[in-house]
């Protein structure tokens, strides 16, 4: 990568912290960029939570320090593009060096529109957003004021549907590469990274996130997957209500706002943690085995405990004691709040989709042979 010459930018929270640095990436329409201000503390993978459409709405400030030094590979996307609203970085790499890089980090920002802004403290950033939690933001070349007041006028992404930004057009079927089932994904945000999992189980219909029940039962599914994705799941009532016509005819299983919207079909309520769960180090409990799984996670939402009578608890967070997991008493239903496919992050998780199969053996048999 080489950049000409340095463009002073400056970063500015709605609550008017002051951050300067200098652009990288896309430049934003009239020098400026809006969102919510989240922070992730995974040490690799940036382009795998840069490409994460669970991103939609949010600038994603990225705390280890260093970031851009191995460049990026199209194999890596999570999705057919970024839907995050931009990247703040303390230093990006001058030299990408990994044989399997076919760009840089800059040139993936300014190939999909994404602006960034470097040279950041983001040790500050991140103790700020700590201490007053996630917040509208602005960044850009734009003057101080001009960013301030876009900053406030940012709505963020509370009471939003941005599952709609971010979900598919039509359904799309993936391969089988070992299993027999055949599992119909309901795509809210889904990561490439679940898809080659579930494949692994069956043949996966990926559909549009507001596809009616009827038309996914009459697929004949083993299984149906709710998938992450991003924002608030409160404005989501119409998939709440698909969900709950799915409850009890076939098997489910649910991961981060697919969890979020399984709960909430259930009753649940669900409230906005202060800066969220955004990293790959998240210790989780699994309370039937007593096993702590290190975890991806990324969300800002998260169902509230003792809230679900007809679900039990199966997981929780040992940070802050929030709902992990939960596994319905009724139905065939299970779901986590984190990320078992890691991409990026550890593997600690990914027996559940193993019991995704168990829970489809025991409701609908053996797996069926596809002619």
């Known amino acids: 990568m080489t950049r000409q010459h340095i463009v002073e930018a400056a970063l500015v929270l709605a609550d008017g912290e002051v951050f300067e640095g ?20 995974v040490l690799s993978g940036y382009q795998e939570v840069i490409t994460d459409p669970s991103y939609a709405g949010q600038i994603i400030t990225f705390t280890v320090a260093h970031i851009g030094n191995y460049g990026v590979s199209r194999d890596d996307h999570e999705s057919r593009r970024p839907f995050c609203r931009g990247i703040v970085v303390r230093d990006l790499a001058r030299r990408r060096s990994s044989w399997r890089s076919s760009d840089d980090l800059d040139g993936l920002l ?32 734009a003057d101080a004021s001009t960013l301030a007041a876009a900053a ?18 039509a359904p799309t079927v993936i391969s089988s590469t070992g299993g027999a089932r055949r599992i119909v994904a309901y795509d809210f945000g889904i990561k490439a990274t679940i898809l080659e999992h579930l494949s692994g189980l069956g043949e996966v219909t990926v559909v549009p996130a507001y596809t009616p ?5 009459a697929m004949q599914p083993d299984g149906v997957f ?21 409850l009890g005819e076939v098997p489910i299983f649910g991961i981060c706002l697919g969890h979020q919207l399984l709960a909430g079909t259930l009753g649940a309520e669900t409230f906005k943690l202060p800066f969220g769960h955004h990293g790959g180090n998240h210790p989780v409990r699994n309370l039937a085995t007593g096993r702590v799984e290190i975890t991806s996670q990324n969300h800002n939402y998260c169902v509230a405990e003792g809230s679900i009578p007809s679900a039990q608890l199966t997981h929780v967070n040992l940070n802050d004691q929030t709902v992990e997991g ?12 984190y990320h078992p496919e890691a991409g990026p992050g550890p593997h600690d998780s990914r027996y559940l989709f193993a019991e995704f199969e168990d829970m489809m053996a025991a409701v609908v048999g053996p797996a069926r042979g596809r002619g």
Do not use: Y
């Open 213 to 217: 029940a009827d038309d996914v039962l």
């Open 110 to 141: 300014r190939a999909n529109g994404v602006p960034g802004i470097a040279g950041i403290d983001t040790r500050r950033l991140t103790r700020h957003l700590r201490d007053a939690g996630a917040m509208p933001g602005a960044f850009g070349t």
């Open 152 to 169: 406030v006028a940012e709505p963020g992404t509370e009471g939003i549907d941005l599952v709609s930004d971010v979900t598919c057009n």
């Open 22 to 41: 200098e652009a990288i990436g896309a430049e934003p329409e009239g020098g400026v960029a809006t969102g919510e201000v989240v922070f992730n503390t």
């Open 326 to 337: 939960i596994r319905c008493r009724d139905v065939p239903a299970f779901s986590v709040q």
């Open 226 to 246: 709710l998938s992450n994705g991003p924002g608030d799941p409160g404005p989501l009532s119409d998939i709440r209500s698909i969900i709950a016509a799915l």
